[in-house]
């Protein structure tokens, strides 16, 4: 079965610093993949998606960055955070075209904190 | 993209039956409608999905209309547990690259 992992489950870190957020994924191949970030109380912001290795899209700009060096693995980088960072943020993926699928998993979320 | 609306907030009691409804105007040919449900932090998961007619699996049922422009949500008997956000998506999910914007969903309270 299809699994997916995400960590670390929460985060503080202080405004400046980078950061790396790695997902995972088990049991498929050639996912897309997702980063969705969701403020306090707030709804799911599409941050970036992946259709394969090293492709990347964007849907907002900012402080941010992606990258998928393997199949399975999505990767969330900043150089330098700031406040606006915070949040909760979530991978996810959806199997490629002809597969069943029922839409979106989602890994179990990272809380950042930008102190 | 499909552009969902849906209740920002709903009531309830234990044991009732709640319905949750999502308009979707502007639904193309191809497009699926999958509910998710979310508890505080943690990630969306999926409840139900449909195409059209009626679906029901061992957690809710959706009712869909001929033409497609709405979707309904139900949750037979609700219990304290199924308080959460409820988020109607929308689209082509067997397209590679596709993506489902996620509105602000519905934020159910059960109470006792």
């Known amino acids: 079965s299809q699994t997916i992992h995400q960590w670390p489950a929460t985060l503080v870190q202080p405004v400046g610093s980078p950061l790396s957020l790695e997902c995972t994924v088990e049991?498929?191949?050639?996912?897309?993949l997702y980063w969705y970030r969701q403020a306090a109380g707030r709804g799911l912001q599409l941050l970036f998606y992946?259709?394969?290795?090293?492709?990347i899209s964007s849907e907002v700009p900012q402080n941010l960055s992606a990258s998928r060096p393997q199949d399975r693995q999505f990767i969330l980088s900043s150089k330098k955070l700031l406040l606006s960072d915070s949040g909760f943020y979530l991978c996810?993926?959806?199997?490629?075209?002809?597969?069943?699928?029922?839409?979106?998993?989602f890994g179990s979320g990272t809380r950042l904190t930008v102190v | 993209l499909a552009k969902t609306t849906q209740p920002i907030s709903m009531d309830s009691y234990e044991g009732q039956e709640v319905n949750i409804t999502c308009s979707h105007n502007n639904i193309a040919t191809n497009d699926y409608i999958t509910w998710y449900q979310q508890f505080p932090s943690q990630g969306p998961r999926f409840i139900i999905q449909g195409y059209k007619t009626k679906v029901t699996n061992e957690v809710a049922s959706l009712f869909i209309p001929a033409d497609r422009k709405s979707s309904t949500l139900s949750l037979p008997r609700v219990s304290l547990s199924d308080t959460a956000v409820y988020y109607c998506?929308?689209?082509?999910?067997?397209?590679?690259?596709?993506?489902?914007?996620f509105g602000g969903g519905t934020r159910l309270m059960v109470k006792p």
């Open positions: 996810a993926w959806t199997p490629t075209p002809g597969h069943t699928n029922y839409g979106y998993t």
């Open positions: 992946s259709v394969g290795i090293g492709q």
């Open positions: 998506l929308v689209g082509d999910v067997g397209n590679a690259g596709n993506m489902l914007t």
């Open positions: 049991g498929t191949s050639n996912p897309n």
